[in-house]
Every structure is written in structure tokens, then in C-alpha cells.
């Protein structure tokens, strides 16, 4: 089955972060993330360029695929304003299992605030109850104890350690590590 995966209309909600389409009037913030290398390093393998052309070609690619049913970029927002905090990725979806993997990143200016959980809780909510999804997962290095706390507070339990998953752009090869969210694990609907 081949679904549309369209934004939340109106944004989702909770707490300190709303999740709301990605527009045009992000690409600036985005390009301005990438110049942090947690950003440009950890959440891209320093494989997507941090220029405004390539970032709004890259955001292109996925509109392309959020219409194939293939994956979606989602903008993290302050409850109290409109800027881009981060972004909420959801791709990789299986439909024989209904899982999807998930993955994101904050904006420095947005980190110790609370936006980043409560907008990946909103991403993993959106998930399960619009898309119909029943397990999403999210990958990132054992040294990003950044995304590995977030994934934590969030809800999201560790899986384990995937061996040599991750292909840098040196061609060696490196470890990541797992973590997953069920709906039916209490609290992923709240």
C-alpha cells in the first residue's frame, strides 16, 4: 500500500515544541545547523554540504518522496514562536511491519530546552496514530550521548549495538546503536 505522507495541518503540539510542515522559510536555519558539527557530522556523515543549494535540493528530494509514501522532513518549532528549532525525519518505512525509522537533529540555539523530546514524542505520535505505523526506531553513533539522551527522555528504549552499520565516507566502518519505541509501550500515545 503506498501512502501519502503529508504534514501535520494544523501542527501537532505539546509542551514546549510544535512539529509543523517544513517551508521554503526554513532552508536559512537549516543551513545555519549545518555549520555545527553535531549537526553537519552527526546527522548527515558529513555527506550533505551546508549550502543553501543543496539544502533546499535535498528538502526537494524528500518532498518527492513524502508523495511516494517514502519518508518526510517535519520542522521542529518553540511552542512560542516559529523558528526552526530542529528538524524530525521519518523514513526507511516498512509497510510488512509497519516500522519506520526516525531521525533528527537541534539547532544549537534550541539544545537544553526541552523542544527536542517533546517534538520527537510528537514525530513518534504522529507516526503511530496518522501514518499507522506501529514500531519506529532511530540509529546514531555510541559516542552521541546527545541523541542517545534525547531518544531516552523521549520514551525510545536501547536495542543494542548494529556492528560496523554505519559506511564513512573514509569507507571504514563503524558501529551505531539502536533504540525503538512501540505503540503499544506505555506513554507512546500521550
Do not use: C
Not at 501519502?4 to 536555519?29: F, T, Y
Not at 556492528?163 to 512501540?182: F, I, K
Amino acid at each position: 500500500m503506498t501512502r501519502v505522507l503529508a504534514p501535520p495541518d494544523p501542527p501537532l503540539a505539546e509542551g514546549p515544541a510544535r512539529l509543523r510542515a517544513l517551508e521554503d522559510r526554513d532552508v536559512p536555519a537549516f543551513v545555519r545547523a549545518m555549520q555545527d558539527d553535531s549537526v553537519f557530522d552527526g546527522a548527515y556523515g558529513r555527506q550533505l554540504a551546508g549550502d543553501e543549494e543543496t539544502v533546499r535540493a535535498y528538502v526537494e528530494v524528500f518532498r518527492a518522496k513524502a508523495l511516494g509514501g517514502e519518508g518526510i522532513l517535519l520542522t521542529i518549532t518553540g511552542a512560542d514562536g516559529d523558528e526552526m528549532a530542529g528538524l524530525a525525519m521519518l523514513f526507511a518505512i516498512k509497510e510488512r511491519n509497519l516500522d519506520g525509522e526516525i531521525g533528527f537533529w537541534m539547532g544549537p540555539w534550541a539544545r537544553g530546552s526541552g523542544v527536542g523530546t517533546a517534538g520527537i514524542r510528537l514525530l513518534a505520535r504522529w507516526a503511530f496514530e496518522t501514518v499507522g505505523l506501529e514500531r519506529v526506531h532511530a540509529n546514531t553513533a555510541p559516542g552521541n550521548a546527545g541523541a542517545r539522551g534525547l531518544l531516552e527522555r523521549a520514551g525510545f528504549r536501547f536495542d543494542g549495538t548494529l556492528r560496523g552499520a554505519d559506511r564513512l565516507p573514509s569507507g571504514e566502518r563503524a558501529d551505531l546503536v539502536t533504540y525503538s519505541l512501540l505503540s503499544t509501550d506505555e506513554g507512546a500515545l500521550r
